[in-house]
Nanobody, 119 residues
Framework: QVHLVESGGGLVQPGGSLRLSCTAS????????MGWYRQAPGRQRELVAA???????NYPDSFKGRFTISADIGERTVYLQMNTLKPEDTAVYYC?????????????WGQGTQVTVSS
């Protein structure tokens, strides 16, 4: 069972920055993808950024430029640097760990960390 621990959320003023981190434990997967999703009240959960164990990254267009994902592959830790934050970035941010072995997909979610952008 993969366990994800997220940290780094909080309250920040518009234009500020935050760095989220997420560490996966309890896994022996050597090939995996870790990503950040967010869910604002009344909205669907959406992908923010993802990174593979090989270092490849994926960003939806709406997050390119302000958000940067990085990882310490050996520590199974992923980071999300968020800059120039806007009130509309307020959401619960979730970490996701995914791996595929053969025909089986394994997905694990963290509990989420609240990010609030407000003056």
């Amino acid at each position: 069972q993969v366990h994800l621990v997220e940290s780094g959320g909080g309250l920040v003023q518009p234009g500020g920055s935050l760095r989220l981190s997420c560490t996966a434990s309890g896994t022996r997967f050597t090939e995996y993808t870790m990503g950040w999703y967010r869910q604002a009240p009344g909205r669907q959960r959406e992908l923010v950024a993802a990174i593979t164990s090989g270092g490849g990254t994926n960003y939806p267009d709406s997050f390119k430029g302000r958000f940067t994902i990085s990882a310490d592959i050996g520590e199974r830790t992923v980071y999300l640097q968020m800059n120039t934050l806007k009130p509309e970035d307020t959401a619960v941010y979730y970490c996701k760990f995914s791996a595929t072995i053969g025909l089986y997909n394994y997905d694990y979610w963290g509990q989420g960390t609240q990010v609030t952008v407000s003056s």
